[in-house]
Each structure stands twice: as structure tokens, then as C-alpha cells.
């Protein structure tokens, strides 16, 4: 299976500062398709994750602008360009381009 | 508005059986694939399992392989989980989320499942 690894693991970030989060997978998320199927997903304290970015850099509905995604094979960033008291939480990768479809071990974005 | 409301969770001792129901409104159930996604206590995300539209294609995760079996009747919009043989590693919550471009848009809020004696 995808191995998904995200640094940092913890990200202590001011209000209106910019965050970034990285993850790389054990192997290229190009599908046979054409696509990466990379996605980013967002867990506020106490809630269900709740979809952020997909195929690399599409915002889901509703998603603010703040938050963008770039990257491409194995190597992805979530960027946030001015982190809002609402955006803690814990921010997760995910693959759906193999089954099983991984996500990573979590970032966890706190303010200082 | 799309829901996704979770339910048959609860406590079970190791060996036993548990079937988890997700009900799905506010889109066409039947054009979506869908999955179940557990996170044991203060862990991560795990993908566990997913069904095609029609109820084919279901696939698993190796660590629940042979044990679960995922299935949906369309006709109820709903999405089933039969758990077996469980294992105090099973302990989580699990949520359902619907599939969008191999990924996960909208998710329940989760049930929790305990495996303890």
C-alpha cells in the first residue's frame, strides 16, 4: 500500500501568519487516468473531517481561498495564507489513487 | 443539504458482531460510491472499505479483509457495514463519507464501536 508521510507533524502558527504542511508519498499518485488523486482533508476538535483540497489544487465547495494546494508525483503542500483562529485542527493527506486509499498520520495546526 | 447519519455502533466483546447502518439524503444515493472510514481513540484516519453505486466493487482494507463486508440498498439509501469476529484493535469510530474523485467530500458524524470483554 501508499505510504503517506507529513511534516510536521505539529505546527504551531501566529494569526495571520502563513502555514504550509507537506506530504510525500512511498510512490507516484499519477493514476492511469492522468490524475492525482491527492486530497486534503481538515478535523476541527470534536468534528468528522471535512474535505479542503482534491486532485492536488481544486477547493471543495465552500472552502475558503486562504487555502490552496500544489505539488505533483510524489511530493504535495497544502499552504494556508493567513491562518484564522477556525483553521486549528488537524489537517490529513490522502491518496485515493490505489486502494487502500492512505492517509497520513496527521498534522496537527495549533496558534501560538 | 447532504447527510449522512451513522448508527449501530455500541459496546461488543472480542468475537462478536456488529452492523453498522449509514443513512444518506439530500443528493441521489444510487450515483455514489461510498465508504467507511474509522479513527481509533486519539489516532488517525484508516480507510476501511467501499462500495460502487450498483453494490459491486466492494474492497477493504487487508486488516479487516474477511471479517467485514460492506453493502447498500439503494432503494433505502443506505450503506451497511456487518462487522465480525471483532478484535479489540476494531475500537473506533466509523464514519461513512461519500466518495468524490477518489476522495471523501461529505462525512457523518461517526459511531463508535468498543471492543472490550
Known amino acids: 500500500e501508499i505510504v503517506m508521510t507529513q511534516t510536521p507533524l505539529s505546527s504551531p502558527v501566529t494569526l495571520g501568519q502563513p502555514a504550509s504542511i507537506s506530504c510525500r508519498s512511498s510512490?507516484?499518485?499519477?493514476?492511469?487516468?492522468?490524475?492525482?488523486?491527492l486530497s486534503w482533508l481538515q478535523q476541527r476538535p470534536g468534528q468528522p473531517p471535512r474535505l479542503l483540497i482534491y486532485?492536488?489544487?481544486n477547493r471543495f465547495s465552500g472552502v475558503p481561498d486562504r487555502f490552496s494546494g500544489s505539488g505533483a508525483g510524489t511530493d504535495f503542500t497544502l499552504m494556508i495564507s493567513r491562518v484564522e483562529a477556525e483553521d486549528v485542527g488537524i489537517y490529513y493527506c490522502?491518496?485515493?489513487?490505489?486502494?487502500?486509499?492512505?492517509f497520513g498520520q496527521g498534522t496537527n495546526l495549533e496558534i501560538k | 443539504e447532504v447527510q449522512l447519519v451513522e448508527s449501530g455502533g455500541g459496546l461488543v466483546q472480542p468475537g462478536g458482531s456488529l452492523r453498522l447502518s449509514c443513512a444518506a439524503s439530500?443528493?441521489?444515493?444510487?450515483?455514489?460510491?461510498m465508504n467507511w472510514v474509522r479513527q481509533g481513540p486519539g489516532k488517525g484516519l484508516v480507510w476501511v472499505s467501499r462500495?460502487?453505486?450498483?453494490?459491486?466493487?466492494?474492497i477493504y482494507a487487508d486488516s479487516v479483509k474477511g471479517r467485514f463486508t460492506i453493502s447498500r440498498d439503494n432503494a433505502k439509501n443506505t450503506v451497511y457495514l456487518q462487522m465480525n469476529s471483532l478484535r479489540a484493535e476494531d475500537t473506533a469510530i466509523y464514519y461513512c463519507?461519500?466518495?468524490?474523485?477518489?476522495?471523501?467530500?461529505?462525512w457523518g458524524r461517526g459511531t463508535l464501536v468498543t471492543v472490550s470483554s
Open positions: 463519507a461519500r466518495d468524490w474523485y477518489y476522495s471523501t467530500d461529505n
Open positions: 439530500g443528493f441521489t444515493f444510487s450515483t455514489a460510491w
Open positions: 462500495i460502487k453505486r450498483d453494490g459491486s466493487g466492494a
Open positions: 510512490q507516484s499518485l499519477v493514476h492511469s487516468d492522468g490524475n492525482t488523486y
Open positions: 486532485k492536488i489544487s
Open positions: 490522502m491518496q485515493g489513487t490505489q486502494v487502500p486509499y492512505t
